[in-house]
């Protein structure tokens, strides 16, 4: 029997890794088992290379609960330890010092997930963690290994019949929960679930060895993707949209499949829904960094072992492995999309409504994946239609050029609210586009941005023949324009209203409610933002309708106020500006007038 300390500068070794690692225990059983597979995939390459005199049985690890003994066994036949193996591997923990130890883990966030604490993440839940081994050479014998959570232990010979190796971790009172059936289970199913070793509790095999991601795409069929993402998301119903398989060897290596799921409401987006796994073991959820932050909405896996596990946070965006990692993920989600386009535009027009929030995002905050979009990003008509935004440009560029040569774009985000201002856009033979999404004040922005000359105007935002042509002069006298100043300050806020003249069709509305463009870009980014918004309106006021000529005549003031009121509180209404009690007052008013009409 032989007696000794591990070999460490400092005695608190171990209470340094409780103290780092005390609110993530659950991981021992993830580095325990992520060692059995590699002890298991050893045995295996060796003998594929022929360099086994023995025969290797069904490779298995096996984990059973001890509830008497409170112990949990986590059993593998792989190529096993010697005595000499277990010197250099159990008893010389990889660092230097203690204090480099604290140097480099110094956070939380940059310890977990390293997997070079591995076997000593057991004493995270145990008092007194055992290990018995025999190695797959001949004529070695068995070795039984015990330590107590100190740096002191015992290694001695053993009697132990099969190759492979044997963890015995006696729990501590405060982890019992680690004897009871459905907590491993749990563990086993989030961190191991697709070892490429089967894993054995009670009798049943609980993983999943050869998972879709590690097959040839050209070899998967539609179905067995489908079926899949039902197997990672039980709980979501509806089937995916469309999916991505990522495979790359050089310079890193990357596998995965991330899927667009369906997604109608703004409020379904919903991060940490791609699982990270490195050699198929579970590591974690949350990709910042990793992936670009839009893909962080998508759904899937991505299975790398050149991810560096036991970066901080803090240093994520300055890794360059990192950094080239998101950049390909990035370029290959584009240009698979791009494939999909061009090969089925029909089915990816159906599909965009869905998935274009998530598009719009990856296109305003990724300089790559915006310049690949082009090929693929869709842009809908008041129509429906579907358009690239080249395509769409080539159809108004002539047309739709304004007094000082810039291509206007006219837009609408709610076809029912600027039903009466995209009618207007559409007689004088302008094409409008439907931006609906929330990210549309960003996006115009950066197309702006963009094209040279590309200016966009939403169709309530002001008068659309300023754009084309001079101002034609009001032909009101300025004391007539003080008179329906002061009359119409009666009705509206002027604090909130600023009142203008301009001489429009005489069939166009008598009053015109728009934001300047610039100032509804602003409150639309504050609102987003959850700042104060500008509450300036323009109130336009049409010479040329009929209703103010009339004002302008009436010599009855009653008559006057009313017809003032009426009309403008009609187009208030439109735009949803009305206080409730005018709002009721007039809905009764039109109600009347229906019944006076028809004699009711």
Partial sequence: MEKGKIKVTAENIFPIIKKFLYSYNEIFLRELISNAVDAC?????????????????KLEIEVKVDKDNKILRIEDNGIGMTREEVKKYINQIAFSSAEEFLKKYKTEDAIIGNFGL???????????????????????????????????????????????????????????????DYKILELLKKYCRFIPIPIKFNNKIINNTQPLWKKKSLEIKEKEYRSFYKELFPEILEDPLLWIHLNIEHPFKLTGILYFSQLTNPMDLKKDKIHLYQNQVFVTEHLEGIVPDFLTFLKGVIDSPDIPLNVSRSHIKSNITLKKISNYITR??????????????????????????????????????????????????????YFLFSEFLEKIKKKQKSKENKIICFYATNLDEQNIYIENVLQKGYKVLLLDSQLTVHLIQKLETDINNLSFVRVDSQNIDNLFMEKKCTNL??????????????????????????????????????IPEFIRRI?????????????N???????????????????????KNKIIRDSLEFILLCHNLLKRKNKNRLIKKILENICTCYKI
């Fill in 118 to 180: 591995g076997f000593y993440s057991s004493f995270l839940v145990s008092d007194k963690v055992e290990i018995l081994t025999k190695s797959y050479q001949k004529g070695i014998n068995p070795v039984h290994w015990l330590c107590d959570g100190t740096p002191n232990f015992i290694l001695r010979d053993a009697k132990k019949e099969k190759i492979g190796t044997v963890i015995l971790l006696h729990l501590n009172e405060k982890f019992q929960e680690f004897l009871e």
């Fill in 523 to 535: 409150n639309e980014m504050n609102l987003m933002r959850k700042e104060k918004n500008y509450s």
């Fill in 332 to 385: 290959k989600i584009a240009d698979r999309l791009t494939k999909m386009f061009l090969k089925d535009r029909k089915s990816f027009e159906k599909k965009w409504k869905n998935i274009k929030l998530i598009i719009e995002y990856g296109m305003i905050s990724e300089p790559i994946f915006y310049e690949k979009s082009k090929a693929f990003a869709l842009y809908s008509d008041i129509n429906g239609k």
């Fill in 477 to 514: 006298t300025q004391q007539e324009k003080n008179t329906l100043k002061k009359e119409i300050g009666k009705t509206i806020d002027k604090k909130k209203f600023k009142i203008k003249f301009e001489n429009l069709n005489e069939n166009y509305l008598p009053f015109i409610i728009n």
């Fill in 41 to 57: 995939v050893k045995i295996k390459t060796l003998a594929n290379l022929g360099k086994l005199k023995i025969q290797v049985n």
């Fill in 537 to 559: 309106y323009n109130l336009v006021v049409n010479t040329n309708n009929k209703i103010i000529k009339r004002i302008l005549i009436e010599k009855k003031k009653e008559i």
